[in-house]
Nanobody, 122 residues
Framework: QVQLVESGGGLVQAGGSLRLSCLASGSIFSIDAMGWYRQTPGMQREWVAAITSRDGTVYSDSVKGRFTIFRANAKNTVYLQMSNLKPEDTANYYC????????????????WGKGTLVTVSS
C-alpha cells in the first residue's frame, strides 16, 4: 500500500510564500513522476506542476514564475515552493504520484494525497 501525505498548508497574506511537502511511503519500487493539483469548492481539480524522475519540471501558466517544484528522491518527497501568492491561489492542494509498487509492476499506478488547504488573504 502506498500513501501520500501532504503538509505545509495554511493562511498567508497576498504576496507571501508557503512551501508544501508531500511524502510518499509504503510499497515503492520507483517513482516515475510527482506533482501537485489544486481544487476549490465547485470547481474541477486543476493541474499545477509536475516533476519527473529525471527532475524535468513543468508548470501551469497560472503559476509559472511564482511556484517551484522540486524533490528529494532519497526521501520520496516532493515540494512546492509558492511565492508571490495571490488570493486566487486559495485552494486545497493535492499531491499526485505515478509509482511502481514493485519491480514486477508493468505500469506505474496513480496515487493521491488527501490534500492540504492553502488560503491567501487579500
Amino acid at each position: 500500500q502506498v500513501q501520500l501525505v501532504e503538509s505545509g498548508g495554511g493562511l498567508v497574506q497576498a504576496g507571501g510564500s508557503l512551501r508544501l511537502s508531500c511524502l510518499a511511503s509504503g510499497s515503492i519500487f520507483s517513482i516515475d513522476a510527482m506533482g501537485w493539483y489544486r481544487q476549490t469548492p465547485g470547481m474541477q481539480r486543476e493541474w499545477v506542476a509536475a516533476i519527473t524522475s529525471r527532475d524535468g519540471t513543468v508548470y501551469s501558466d497560472s503559476v509559472k514564475g511564482r511556484f517551484t517544484i522540486f524533490r528529494a528522491n532519497a526521501k520520496n518527497t516532493v515540494y512546492l515552493q509558492m511565492s508571490n501568492l495571490k488570493p486566487e491561489d486559495t485552494a486545497n492542494y493535492y499531491c499526485h504520484a505515478e509509482i511502481r509498487p514493485s519491480d514486477t509492476s508493468p505500469d506505474a499506478l496513480e496515487y493521491w494525497g488527501k490534500g492540504t488547504l492553502v488560503t491567501v488573504s487579500s
